[in-house]
């Protein structure tokens, strides 16, 4: 079942707007409140954006990506920082654009601790994409958000972030799963060995 939902997940930026019930969206919000985190912080917390003039706030907040207007709800992937966490480089200094130079010029060890936190998000946000395609409901992500507005238009506090948001709804039309590698492509057993 699981191995079937993975094959058949694909990004969907086209969706029907059809409204999905409250007992959906909560077994949604459940297989993400089951996930793992590092040393069990769960460092997150999940804001549901279902009116539809805020997800078109949060289409202009994602640098005008209009399609994501045609989700029938959001989910709000929202990382608790611990001191200085901050996100990803490229897609990041889009996100923060204030500070763009800082991000590009920190060291890359640096850089890679402070970036832990946030990426913890990725796993109950997989989850929840899984458990909404077990009810033929597709999802996309969006990393590519202005941080900074979207935190405030969530009205986080302040040792929050907005890290991820992943769009929802039935699709409108079925889009084929892109190709995938093949296993022996991508994995190695022990030591990684540089074929000549």
Request: hydrophobic share 40%.
């Amino acid at each position: 079942m699981l191995l079937e939902l993975l094959r058949n997940r694909t990004s969907i930026r086209n969706f029907t707007g059809e409204d999905i019930s409250m007992e959906i969206i909560k077994y949604i919000l459940e297989a993400g409140r089951l996930s793992p985190s590092g040393g069990n912080e769960q460092p997150w917390i999940f804001g549901v954006i279902i009116d539809k003039d805020m997800i078109k706030k949060v289409s202009e907040i994602a640098y005008n990506q209009k399609w994501i207007e045609s989700a029938s709800f959001l989910i709000a992937l929202c990382t608790c920082i611990v001191e200085k966490e901050c996100g990803g480089r490229d897609i990041q200094k889009a996100r923060f654009p204030k500070i763009a130079e800082v991000i590009e010029n920190m060291n890359d060890e640096i850089y890679s601790c402070l970036n832990v936190e946030e990426h913890q998000t990725k796993i109950p946000g997989t989850h929840m994409a899984l458990a909404a395609l077990e009810h033929g409901i597709a999802s996309t992500w969006v990393s590519y958000f202005d941080v900074d507005k979207m935190s405030m238009l969530l009205n986080l506090p302040k040792a929050c972030i907005a890290s991820e948001i992943l769009a929802f709804g039935y699709p409108v039309n079925k889009k084929e799963p892109l190709k995938k590698k093949k296993l022996e492509e991508i994995v190695f057993y022990n030591v990684f060995k540089i074929e000549k």
